[in-house]
């Protein structure tokens, strides 16, 4: 499960995950996590603003798409890439 809850941390209290001070701007609280996505509870991903990246939607969806990818890695047990959507990557 990822997730994106945005600023308002209060769902990741609830549950219990590990939580600490925001950077950004209007940002008080967000789930602490690694470089991956994780947060301190196994099977429990965290992206974006409430993972604490800078407050852009380029840079927040990004980071959604870098927390499925390494979760995607992770169940299938190798690094997951799926280009064949891409015509120009088809050989
Ligand atoms: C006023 C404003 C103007 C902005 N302008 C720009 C701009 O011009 N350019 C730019 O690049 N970025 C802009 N941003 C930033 C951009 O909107 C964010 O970077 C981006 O939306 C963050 O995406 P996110 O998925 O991390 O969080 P969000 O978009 O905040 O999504 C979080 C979602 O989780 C939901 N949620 C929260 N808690 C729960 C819960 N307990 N249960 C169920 N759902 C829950 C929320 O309702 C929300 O739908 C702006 C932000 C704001 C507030």
């Given at each position: 499960?990822?997730?994106a809850?945005?600023a308002?941390a209060?769902?990741a209290?609830?549950?219990?995950l590990?939580t600490?001070?925001?950077?950004?701007r209007?940002?008080?609280?967000?789930?602490?996590?690694?470089?991956?996505?994780?947060t301190s509870?196994?099977?429990?991903?965290?992206?974006g603003?409430?993972?604490?990246?800078?407050?852009?939607?380029?840079v927040t969806?990004?980071?959604?798409?870098?927390?499925?990818?390494n979760l995607l890695?992770?169940?299938?047990?190798?690094?997951y890439?799926?280009?064949?959507?891409?015509?120009?990557?088809?050989?």
């Open positions: 499960m990822i997730l809850i945005g308002n209060k769902l209290e609830t549950i219990g590990k600490k001070d925001g950077q950004e209007y940002v008080k609280t967000i789930i602490d996590t690694d470089s991956a996505g994780h509870v196994e099977g429990i991903w965290a992206a603003v409430a993972a604490g990246v800078s407050v852009h939607t380029i969806s990004g980071d959604g798409a870098k927390a499925a990818i890695s992770e169940l299938k047990g190798e690094r890439t799926d280009h064949e959507a891409v015509p120009s990557a088809k050989h």
